[in-house]
């Protein structure tokens, strides 16, 4: 594993990165190999982001280079490193603002998660479709408006209806998205942050490894 | 407390009540207000769609708002504007009506529109050369009638809400960094990505905006009709949440500073409406003169670790959580409002954290309102 790989991710110098990058395909190094090197760099920036040496900026931008990393490789290879499990994720029906879920896409992304961005303004059938086809280990739902809180919990009830919610769970998150708001809606996490939602999916990991 | 029924007095009444606050003295009351927006709608029963795009029937509603909830002490804002605070992010709003279901509360469509050599046309020609042009081209707005449009309807408007005895809290003159609408208009991820790519070029471009942006506010202070209670500087990206403290040093804090300076060197209270968590540079707001601003905060800082830092300097503003105010009981929200106010004693503004959500329940609005009285 390339350590100049990881330290330039953690170090979120864009430049280095993408030169490794193209110096170990150029030596034959496999993608998932590079990939590794990557996902060790972005755990140390989450835990300087827990530590709060980095702050959220830093998180996006430690995203956007795996972005720019991940068109070198390639998406059959970043796909193919989603080890974690698989999260279907949206902004709720009549919620636009995706700051929030951008941030959460690339970041999950990045530490080896494959997320199935659904976009804005999803409506709960499109959710359950995809439930359906992708069968995720969670649904993340971003919402900031409070006046789409109802929608999140109509959401979430359209998809227990479905017979869908056994073995998946609900992440939701969002400005105003408090944990009272969270039992209302009847979610299974509510993540003040991304990192939180991170934290999950490792742990989910770990007590099935 | 009983309010007079004479408008005037009642005006008198209320105005005293919210610069004892800000001077950091003792009211009769701690005073309480809010910046309805939406919540004015629904609550008188008006079209959302005709609320987001007519200045003047915004501001005929929100004092039909304010008239039926008589415990306020002032409205944040006379007027809703949802088009201009897009456009002055480079960005567009959906609205009701146009882009979204009738009774829907406007939303930012926050995409990529300009691009990163717009930085260097922000450098050459400064904000407006660029900014007065691409509002045309991109949103079809033209600015100069806008903002005469605009100025009527905020001068009407407070008019109105005087007239039923209420003051209105503060103006939008523009203030703030420029990080806001470039952020905005570049989206926060491209815009981070050109923090650590090219900070030289954004920095030109911010500090093309900044003394023109300055240049605006200063003269509207001095223009206004009547002297503003106060100017509202309202900031969320550049929030210490977003960025650590090299970058904040660097994007934020030269631009926040002298902006707040220049605001209060007008003889008008700056209102700090931040959003997001600013625990960390809670100590650089002592910098300012004492009783010249508000500190007002979303439920995301810790208010009462404001208070702790900030208390002597500053009044503080804040804090009723918008879910508690949608889906809570009365009771939690007179409860959280009673700790707040014993824990806040005096320099401290009631009102909700950000906006009145726009579903806010009226009984929870009513209790908040209560909570002032005991």
Redesign the interface.
């Known amino acids: 594993m390339s350590s100049v790989l990881s330290t330039a991710m953690a170090d979120l110098d864009e430049d280095v990165v993408l030169a490794e990058i193209a110096r170990l395909q150029g030596s034959g190094t496999p993608s998932l190999e590079i990939i590794s090197a990557l996902q060790e760099g972005m755990a140390i920036v989450g835990q300087k982001f827990e530590e709060k040496d980095y702050f959220l900026s830093e998180l996006i931008m430690s995203a956007e280079i795996f972005n720019e990393a991940g068109k070198l490789l390639g998406t059959e290879a970043t796909d193919a490193a989603g080890t974690l499990g698989t999260l279907v994720l949206g902004t709720v029906h009549q919620d636009v603002h995706d700051i929030g879920k951008n941030i959460v896409r690339s970041v999950l992304a990045s530490h080896g998660v494959k997320v199935i961005d659904l976009g804005v303004d999803v409506p709960a059938a499109k959710f359950l479709e995809a439930i359906r086809e992708h069968r995720p280990a969670a649904v993340g739902i971003s919402c900031l408006l409070t006046t789409c809180f109802g929608n999140v919990k109509a959401c979430i009830e359209e998809i227990d209806a479905a017979g869908l919610r056994d073995g998946l769970k609900i992440l939701v998150g969002g400005g105003p998205l408090d944990e009272a708001a969270g039992r209302y809606v009847g979610a299974d996490l509510v993540c003040k942050d991304a990192m939180i939602a991170v934290d999950w999916f490792k742990t989910r990991a770990a007590a099935a490894a | 407390m009983t309010t007079p029924t004479n408008p005037g007095q009642a005006y008198g009444q209320r105005l005293a009540r919210m610069k004892a606050a800000v001077a950091l003295e003792k009211p009769d009351r701690t005073p309480v207000i809010s910046w309805s927006d939406a919540f004015c709608a629904n609550h008188v029963g008006a079209p959302m769609s005709r609320f987001s795009s007519d200045l003047i029937y915004s501001g005929e509603v929100t004092a039909r708002s304010f008239e039926l909830l008589p415990g306020f002490d002032a409205a944040e804002m006379a007027v809703a504007e949802p088009d201009w605070v897009a456009a002055v992010f480079l960005s567009k709003m ?1 609205i009701a009506g146009r882009d ?2 009738e009774g ?2 406007w ?4 995409q990529e529109r300009i691009a990163e050599s717009d930085y260097d046309v922000i450098a050459e020609r400064g904000w407006f050369g660029f900014f007065v042009p691409w509002a045309q081209q991109n949103l079809g707005i033209t600015v100069p009638s806008y903002i005469q449009q605009s100025i009527a309807a905020r001068i009407e408007g407070t008019k109105r809400l005087a007239a039923i005895g209420v003051p209105t809290y503060t103006v939008a003159f523009g203030g703030g960094t420029p990080l806001e609408a470039l952020s905005a208009g570049r989206t ?2 491209r815009f ?2 050109d ?3 090219i900070p030289d070029r954004v920095q030109a471009a911010m500090d093309a905006t900044h003394p023109q942006m300055i240049g605006v506010v200063k003269q509207a202070i001095r223009e206004s009709p009547v002297k503003p209670f106060s100017v509202f500087v309202g900031l969320a990206r550049s929030s ?5 403290p090299k ?1 904040w040093d660097r994007f934020v804090w030269p631009y926040l500073k002298s902006m707040v300076e220049a605001i209060i060197e007008e003889g008008v209270v700056a209102n700090l409406h931040f959003d997001s968590c600013w625990d960390r540079e809670l100590p650089r707001l002592r910098e300012f003169p004492k009783g010249s601003c508000v500190f007002a905060c979303d ?2 800082t810790d208010i009462r670790l404001a208070k702790k830092i900030l208390g002597d300097r500053m009044c503080i503003k804040g804090d009723v ?8 009981t009365p009771d939690e929200v007179r409860a959280y409002c009673k700790a707040l106010i014993a824990d806040m004693g005096d320099g401290f503004i009631l009102s909700p ?1 950000c906006t009145m ?4 329940k009226l009984e929870n609005v009513m209790a908040m309102l209560e909570a002032v009285e005991a």
């Open positions: 959906k979204l279901p829907t509360p939303m930012v469509d926050e926060m991820s981070v990505r923090l650590h790519r210490p949440e977003f960025f650590g970058l439920h995301a959580p918008s879910a508690m105010l949608s889906y809570g954290a959500p726009a579903n806010a």
